[in-house]
């Protein structure tokens, strides 16, 4: 019974491990796309998202998914896409 919990366990988080190194390309997708739109942003908001797509990115190669994600979604949150 143990032993069955501790697998289910490892192959829930490695599935959320691999669904998070998915969202990430995802997410600076729509952002690039959302940047391709020139999108009507102020000097100030441009800079920011640029700087939140970069460092997604870095998160992101690094293996940190979530720190990637939450940055990424900063970003997202300026350009108001979803
Ligand atoms: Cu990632």
New binding site residues.
């Given amino acids: 019974m143990k032993i069955r919990a501790v697998v289910l366990f490892s192959a829930l988080s490695f599935a959320s491990a691999t669904a998070?190194?998915f969202?990430?390309?995802a997410d600076m997708k729509k952002i690039d796309e959302a940047l391709a739109k020139n999108p009507k942003l102020a000097a100030a908001q441009m800079s920011e998202v640029k700087k939140f797509r970069a460092d997604g990115e870095v998160?992101?190669k690094a293996g940190k998914?979530q720190d990637?994600?939450d940055t990424l979604a900063k970003a997202m949150k300026i350009l108001n896409v979803k």
């Fill in positions: 998070l190194a969202h990430c390309p998160a992101h998914h990637a994600v």
